[in-house]
């Protein structure tokens, strides 16, 4: 003998807000934590007149702790580009303060160095401008950078 429709009732409403309260938190959980691979430490970018091969050693970056930022920059025929001024800027994503700029200094022929300080836990955006033959040059890449 089946249960009156008024037994079935509470136990079908049970269900059905347990079953909506599951796809809710399923979906927040999907939007608070995407699935999303953090930047990789090493970049190619390629730009006008070359390639650039931008590095971060000790990947993710630490924050508050001085980060080498290696940098190769080669033309368009593969040769190390001499002499260029790089400079970076670190700024945090979503945020509006906390902006870091940093210079890179050239250690051998096309091969650039220099030590970025990110201030927060999270993604930043890098931004590199390359100076080079009275042209300027912008590159971008993501960075995570962690406790």
């Given at each position: ?9 509470p136990?079908?409403?049970f269900?059905?807000?347990?079953i909506?309260?599951?796809l ?7 939007w ?13 970018h390629?730009?006008?007149n070359?390639n650039?091969i931008w590095t971060?050693?000790a ?17 368009r025929?593969g040769s190390?580009?001499?002499d260029a001024?790089?400079h970076?800027?670190?700024d ?6 906390g902006?870091y ?7 051998a ?18 931004t590199?401008?390359?100076e080079?033959d009275?042209?300027?040059y912008?590159v ?6 962690v406790h």
């Amino acid at each position: 003998m089946l249960p009156s429709r008024n037994a079935r009732s509470p136990l079908l409403k049970f269900v059905l807000v347990f079953i909506f309260t599951a796809l809710l938190a399923g979906g927040a959980l999907i939007w608070l934590h995407p699935n999303d691979a953090p930047p990789p430490p090493v970049t190619e970018h390629t730009f006008e007149n070359g390639n650039i091969i931008w590095t971060i050693d000790a990947y993710p970056a630490k924050v508050l702790q001085r980060n080498s930022f290696k940098i190769d920059v080669t033309d368009r025929n593969g040769s190390p580009v001499k002499d260029a001024s790089i400079h970076v800027k670190l700024d945090m994503l979503n945020m509006v303060c906390g902006d870091y700029q940093f210079e890179l200094a050239e250690a051998a022929p096309g091969k650039y160095e220099g030590e970025g300080i990110p201030l927060m836990a999270g993604t930043w955006k890098a931004t590199l401008t390359l100076e080079m033959d009275d042209h300027s040059y912008t590159v971008v890449r993501l960075l995570r950078a962690v406790h």
